[in-house]
């Protein structure tokens, strides 16, 4: 057991240090982010320049909080010992994106890794998936990148020329290629031109899950024409 904590540690570590461009503490785009943390669960909230915004930044730090853990809301159970750390992966005064990535042990003894992302558009202060920024078609097209092995590895063992996985089996079963929202919407990350995906499900021996990214001008004309209106 305690060689299978060690290898998790070593792992998660080497991802934390794959991470580049956290843009914690700086004040850009009218807000900063300041850290908080429950327990050895870790996480961000904003805080804005301006007065006038504390109802928007209550309303999107409540956001934050009911999305702490993703889709792996049994983290939250007491009898879960959770290490959980963040990234922001990209910040404007549109969109705040955010991965989550960590270790949990159960109450049996049996520990995990996870890695989900959270999206949100700070204008409508809302949760949203790959589709509302770019579009099915844009969605659709990055599966099809991954698929063809168009995408770098940020973490895990999903590589373009892994001899023992298939790519295009895994991505069939991948909560990215679900064009229903509440199915995807913990599975993709934003950074500048690129988008990240969080592929699960894999051996528990490569840490669970991989993290890759595909290059994609999201802030574009499509961008544009999708994302939801600010108050």
Not at 9 to 38: M, P, Q, W
Not at 218 to 230: A, G, L, V, Y
Request: with cysteine.
């Amino acid at each position: 057991m305690k060689e299978r904590i060690a290898f998790v540690g070593i792992i998660i570590t080497v991802f934390l240090l794959a991470c580049s461009g956290c843009l914690s503490g700086k004040r850009e785009n009218g807000y900063e982010i300041i850290e908080k943390a429950k327990g050895d669960v870790k996480y961000p909230q904003v805080n804005f320049l301006n007065e006038k915004d504390a109802e928007k930044e209550e309303r999107i730090n409540t956001l934050i909080g009911s999305n702490l853990y993703g889709p792996y809301r049994f983290l939250s159970d007491a009898e879960v010992a959770a290490s959980i750390a963040y990234e922001i992966t990209y910040q404007d005064e549109n969109y705040l994106s955010i991965c989550y990535h960590g270790t949990y042990t159960d109450q049996s003894g049996s520990t995990g890794d996870v890695g989900y992302a959270v999206t949100m558009d700070l204008g409508t202060q809302t949760v949203v998936g790959l589709e509302d920024i770019i579009g099915n078609e844009g969605r659709y097209e990055i599966v099809m990148n991954i698929e063809s092995g168009a995408f770098e590895t940020e973490y895990g063992m999903i590589t373009p020329d892994n001899k023992y996985i298939d790519v295009l089996s895994v991505m069939q079963n991948q909560p990215i290629g679900n064009p229903d929202k509440s199915k995807s919407e913990y599975a993709y990350f934003l950074r500048d031109k690129k988008v990240g995906i969080i592929i699960t499900g894999l051996p528990r021996y490569g840490g669970n899950f991989s993290v890759i990214s595909v290059n994609y001008l999201w802030k574009s004309e499509t961008f544009e024409t999708n994302r939801s209106e600010p108050y």
